[in-house]
């Protein structure tokens, strides 16, 4: 089984920038993918950013451009940058990471984009 936990959440104002971390514990090895989705209130939870164990990445067209997932294989940490912030990016945000056909889910981090 793997453990996320993630930080970073937080206020900022539209334009500006924040970014999250998820670090990954237990079966790390069996990892095969890891991504970040975000859930905003009255909505259903979206994909933001993925990641495979190779380094390749997808953005969703919301984020494309501002947003970037990045990982630190040393640190078995998945980072989400996200810049020039706007209020619909406001949610919290979800890291996952695919292993051995379950998806495991962290406890989530607040984002809260003021205008």
């Known amino acids: 089984q793997v453990q996320l936990v993630e930080s970073g959440g937080g206020l900022v104002q539209a334009g500006g920038s924040l970014r999250l971390s998820c670090a990954a514990s237990g079966s790390i090895f069996s990892i095969t993918a890891m991504g970040w989705y975000r859930q905003a209130p009255g909505k259903q939870r979206e994909l933001v950013a993925t990641i495979t164990s190779r380094g390749g990445t997808k953005h969703a067209a919301s984020v494309k451009g501002r947003f970037t997932i990045s990982s630190d294989n040393a640190k078995n940490t998945v980072y989400l940058q996200m810049n020039s912030l706007k209020p619909e990016d406001t949610a919290v945000y979800y890291c996952?990471?695919?292993?051995?056909?379950?998806?495991?889910w962290g406890q989530g981090t607040q984002v809260t984009v003021s205008s």
């Open positions: 996952a990471a695919s292993s051995l056909g379950n998806e495991n």
